[in-house]
RNA sequence: GCCCCCGUGGCCCAAUUGGCAGAGGCGGUCGACUUAAAAUCGAUUCAGUGCCGGUUCGAGUCCGGUCGGGGGCACCA
């Protein structure tokens, strides 16, 4: 095996017998000493230069919060092994940090100190760089950015602006989440049972202005594109956003007002159902219902509807199956049937999807069900339940599939005919036509909160909204600190008055600028393109870097972002796409979602209480134990419970392993040929799985490997055999693939065995093929499948040889019974069926 | 309620993807070193893969059912 070994001249003594743990001020030190190093050496920084192959290893950036904790810890420890396995393969490795410093926290900070967000902020953003340097993440620092940076969000308005440009982004009254707690508006994905997601206070309804980007434009390509991800990415995540974008088809039904113009359009999964159809339902918060609702029955709507916006999420979504409502007093004609159909409002139907109204088939629908058995409504049964049990009378809608009847031209068919020659009748009568809703809905990107990036349009009297001209970006936030920027029911922005006060940039005239900032989200969407040309001035990002780095190759971060961040980015690469600035159309190749670390069972987070200190645990055990025990734990996806890991094992086997490269006894650059055969084969075959491994982000089954391989030498050496080129090939060997995991340690090795710095430019082992090739292997015999005897045998015998072998060791337990069958797989197996 | 994932020694986890259940670690026990302890080193203990059934020469692995744990969505028509 060739390790390129570059051997100075200043070369370590490599043999000690220092029999110690090392301590903790002996790992503080070396830390300390490897990091002054890589401070001259830079082993991370990016090429660039074509010189290798590209590669894109991107971290979900953090939130500057406080300084890192156990759980930054683990997702830095498995980004980091990922970045540093593809440079020791020899790639030129891009592996940028920077962090997402806009937001609400920041903002509650500066008010409870009496200061700017900003401070509080790029504070924390030191502390956690600094703990990124200990705990020796291979970071190239020059691509390092911040979003709260004017130099960030200008570009960050520059794509609004786009955005805008092509009718994407629009502003609009309706109702909206508002978190009474943090006096803001809440994006959907932000609401979680009714709650808002940061503070956990009860959401209420709220009918504000609002800018939204329309998403929902790209709902099929989110969707579909989603091919180009299966299998890179957990298909977890991809179930998790096809769920959210919620694709339902169906159709449309036209019902038309008795005595009216007025057309009541409804859309229905089920459209084979509509003979079935009894009833119409309106959203009560819906324009439609205050439309049809008769004069007769306006007092009871009214206070209906009232009622309706004042209750809370958690009393609109009652477990029970009770069904409230009022019936408007108008009823439609059933476009089949010529029917009569009474038209009720009720809250089980939502304003805000489809068309805000439904035909209600209580037979076999169990919402509609409920609220005919509760109004006293007719139930009409139109597909035979394969039970034969009638839904009016047993109060459980039949959902599935069966025969239909008393459907005109569709008795008899099953669902999905009965659906084609239901919307083909509504065809000829112009009544109805395909169709397909969306759960999704449009992003609602404004906030009124100070700390984000402020929305560049200028409100003029006369020209209405007007874009802030590029050349004035970025609108930059007022110096607002503490107190003014508490809330106080509107957006601290409309307080500064010298800053909302501006001229309009078409007529000139006194303007208001928007008050508004953007989600946060809307920051993170670009961010990963950003970092390929950090410093670039004349555009978001400089476009041939992007072609150059993008798409990301492997993201980690967390899977509680499987919806919401990676979402918006991959709806804004789309977006980025139409406009011609980037020509792909997935951001993020690969996905790799980490467990989460917790202990005994509950989790660790800020509102559980950090139970276990990061720094804590790194000045007692050392980094590279903690960063071992987060990889070695498990696999990457699953959750560490830390009561269950050891990083004092990890310590012990870092301890050993440096001791082991002490005792390597022949000097370096020695040839390993002639060196021990079987070592030498388990270092080569360990190389060779440790790639695949490597890969396969199997990292702990990686680790256990090399466990192995440190066994394996170090029997070698109490053997006596120090000096034997074999047991320095695979120390060396350990070395390097120990740097993906702990690089403090991987370089004393490295030192140690009388190499130049840095092992993480030392290159991955090569392989020698025939080393891997075992020359024999183990035969197993079985008789019945169980297992009765075993053969070493060189892995190229024949079949038949095999069997005569097999058949003699298991003779005995043959006995006489006679063989009907023999199953043979050379050279691994041979099973001997008897009677 | 609907959908998805997971159940392997006391614990965390492996098992060439249908072929010897055990690689690695933690913990326990015993021994060596030590005046002693810690550390270190060596040795060693422990399961037939949640349960029932099926397919197969052969099942931890595939299929059906069941129990347990975790996650997502949840009045989206």
């Known amino acids: 095996m060739s390790i390129s070994p570059v051997v100075g001249d200043g070369g370590v003594d490599p043999v000690g017998d220092d029999n110690a743990t090392v301590g903790a001020d002996g790992f503080a030190a070396i830390e300390a000493k490897w990091r002054a190093i890589w401070d001259v050496l830079n082993p991370y920084a990016v090429a660039d230069d074509g010189s290798r192959e590209r590669k894109y290893v991107l971290d979900m950036f953090p939130y500057p919060s406080g300084d890192l904790h156990m759980g930054h810890a683990e997702a830095f420890a498995l980004g980091d092994a990922v970045a540093r396995y593809w440079m020791q393969r020899g790639y030129d490795v891009l592996h940028p940090v920077g962090w997402d410093s806009f937001g609400l926290p920041a903002e509650n900070a500066a008010i409870t100190r009496q200061a700017h967000p900003a401070d509080w902020t790029y504070a924390n953003i030191e502390t956690q760089a600094e703990s990124f340097r200990r705990y020796a993440v291979s970071f190239d620092w020059s691509a390092r950015l ?28 309706s109702a909206v989440n508002w978190c009474p707690v943090d006096q803001t508006v809440l994006a959907n994905e932000q609401v979680v049972g009714g709650a808002c997601e940061r503070c956990g206070a009860a959401v209420t309804e709220r009918e504000l202005t609002q800018w939204f980007l329309r998403i929902t434009e790209y709902a099929d390509r989110l969707l579909d594109d989603m091919a180009q991800l299966r299998g ?296 990963f393109l950003r970092y390929c040309s950090p410093g670039y001035a004349e555009g978001p990002f400089d476009p041939e870097a992007v072609r150059r780095w993008m798409p990301v190759a492997q993201y980690v971060g967390g899977v509680e972002h499987a919806i919401l961040h990676l979402l918006y980015a991959r709806f804004f690469t789309k977006v980025l796409r139409d406009m011609g600035l980037v020509d792909f159309d997935e951001p993020f190749q690969a996905l790799l979602n980490q467990g989460q670390v917790i202990l005994n069972g509950a989790a660790m987070s800020k509102s559980h209480g950090n139970l276990v200190d990061l720094g804590e645990q790194l000045a007692t055990y050392g980094v590279d134990a903690v960063r071992l025990t987060m990889i070695f734990a498990g696999p990457p996806e699953d959750d560490i419970d830390w009561a269950d890991v050891s990083p004092a094992g990890a310590s012990r086997f870092l301890a050993r392993t440096l001791r082991l490269a002490d005792d390597v006894a022949c000097p370096p650059g020695t040839d390993a040929e002639g060196g021990d055969r079987q070592l030498r084969s388990l270092t ?108 070493e045998v060189p892995v190229d015998t024949a079949e038949a040889e095999l069997v005569s072998r097999a058949s003699e060791q298991v003779a005995a337990a043959l006995g006489d019974r006679e063989v009907v069958r023999t199953v043979a797989k050379p050279p691994r197996l041979v099973n001997f069926v008897v009677g």
């Open 684 to 791: 080569h075959r360990t190389v060779a799985q440790a790639a695949e491994l490597a890969e396969a982000h199997r990292f702990n089954v990686l680790v256990a490997r090399l466990m192995e391989l440190v066994n394996a030498a170090r029997k070698r050496i109490d053997a006596g055999s120090e000096a034997d080129p074999a047991v320095r090939e695979a120390v060396e060997a350990v070395a390097v693939m120990l740097s993906l995991f702990t690089p403090y340690t991987a370089e004393e090795m490295w030192e140690g065995l009388g190499h130049e710095p840095s092992v993480a430019r030392a290159g991955w082992p090569t392989v020698d093929e025939q080393l891997v090739a075992r020359e024999t292997t183990v035969c197993i015999v079985q008789i019945n499948g169980k297992l009765r005897g075993r053969l």
């Open 146 to 173: 911040h979003t709260s940076d004017p130099e960030y969000y200008r570009w960050t308005q520059w794509l609004f602006l786009r955005m805008r440009e092509r009718g994407l982004v629009y502003r609009q009254e």
């Open 232 to 527: 890179r990415w957990p298909e977890r995540v991809l179930t998790m956003q096809t769920n959210w974008i919620g694709r339902s088809e169906g159709g449309y039904v036209d019902f038309a007002l008795e005595g009216g113009s007025e057309t009541i359009r409804v859309f229905t999964t089920r459209p084979d159902t509509l003979y079935g159809a009894t009833f119409l339902v309106v959203a009560p918060e819906a324009e439609l219902a205050n439309k049809l609702c008769a004069p007769e029955r306006r007092a009871e709507f009214d206070a209906y509807v009232a009622r309706v916006r004042a209750g809370s999420d958690a009393e609109r979504h009652p477990a029970s199956t009770s069904r409230t409502g009022v019936d408007l007093g108008v009823r439609a004609v059933h476009p089949l049937t010529g029917e009569l159909v009474p038209v009720w409002t009720s809250d089980y139907v939502l304003a805000g999807y489809g068309s805000s109204a439904i035909m209600a088939v209580p037979a076999h629908d169990q919402r509609d069900l409920d609220f005919a058995r509760e109004f006293g409504l007719p139930v009409r049964t139109v597909v035979q339940p394969d039970d034969g049990v009638d839904p009016a009378s047993s109060g459980i809608a039949y959902t599935g599939d069966g025969p239909h009847v008393e459907s005109g031209p569709a008795d008899g068919m099953d669902i999905g005919d009965a659906s084609a020659s239901v919307l083909r009748e509504l065809a000829e009568l112009e009544a109805g036509e395909p169709g397909v809703q969306y759960r999704l809905r449009d992003w609602l990107v404004s906030r009124q909160r100070f700390w984000g990036c402020p929305i560049p349009v200028v409100h003029c009297p006369s020209c209405g909204e007007v874009p802030v001209p590029d050349e004035e970006l970025p609108v930059r936030l007022p110096e607002l600190r503490g107190a003014e920027l508490a809330p106080r029911g509107k957006p601290p922005l409309a307080a500064a008055e010298d800053w909302v006060n501006a001229a309009c940039p078409r007529c000139g005239g006194d303007a208001r600028r928007d008050t508004d900032t953007m989600d946060t989200f809307v920051d993170s969407s670009w961010y």
